[in-house]
């Protein structure tokens, strides 16, 4: 259900401004179309964009909990423990 509506509820507005220029190609289909297509892509680029954005807060807890390992054990987790 999420993927449908992610995707699906674009992919559709697009399809439905393809049918429109396919029916009438000129006045109403071209209008149609500009429409559909534009509010399609509209709706994938701001469901793009929340991906991107959410993706922001995964790096912060990930960079926050090796924050927290660097206090505990004095070194970042991705160091490798080599001693002089």
Request: glycine share 16%.
């Amino acid at each position: 259900m999420v993927l449908f509506v992610r995707y699906g509820i674009g992919g559709l507005m697009i399809l439905a401004g393809l049918v429109c220029l396919v029916i009438d190609p000129g006045g109403f289909g071209t209008e149609g179309f500009s429409m559909a297509v534009g509010g399609g892509l509209s709706v994938l680029l701001l469901n793009w964009l929340y991906r991107l954005g959410v993706s922001g807060d995964r790096d912060r807890r990930e960079e926050e909990a090796a924050r927290a390992y660097f206090e505990r054990h004095g070194r970042w987790p991705d160091e490798d423990d080599v001693s002089p």
